[in-house]
Nanobody
């Protein structure tokens, strides 16, 4: 079991950047989990954004963010990050970091936090 806590969201203009952070805690070893960032707009389905495997050597990105977002992790700090550049209004959502067994299937991730709101203005 692991607890996840997101931070770093905020209000930014189109074209700007934000760095989201995720702090993990709990009895399980964070380094054994893959990490996903997913997002959700009100009334819409959750959308996976980026995934990184347990050792940080493999990552995947949704087409909508590829080339603009970068996922990373620091297992020594029990932390994960999402660097978001060239933000667009359509990136506006609540962003969650989740720990799980891997792949781009949100259903494989059983632990996530309260989320952090990112609002991009045009």
């Amino acid at each position: 079991q692991v607890q996840m806590e997101e931070s770093g969201g905020g209000l930014v203009q189109s074209g700007g950047s934000l760095r989201l952070s995720c702090a993990a805690s709990g009895p399980s070893t964070f380094a054994t989990y893959a990490v996903m960032w997913f997002r959700q707009e009100p009334g819409k389905e959750r959308e996976w954004v980026a995934v990184i495997n347990w050792n940080g050597r493999t990552s995947y990105y949704a087409d909508s963010v590829k080339g603009r977002f970068t996922i990373s992790r620091d297992n020594a700090k029990n932390a994960a990050y999402l660097q978001m550049n060239s933000l667009k209004p359509e990136d506006t959502a609540v962003y969650y970091c989740a720990a799980g067994t891997g792949s781009t299937n949100i259903g494989n991730y059983g632990y996530w936090g309260q989320g952090t709101l990112v609002t991009v203005t045009s």
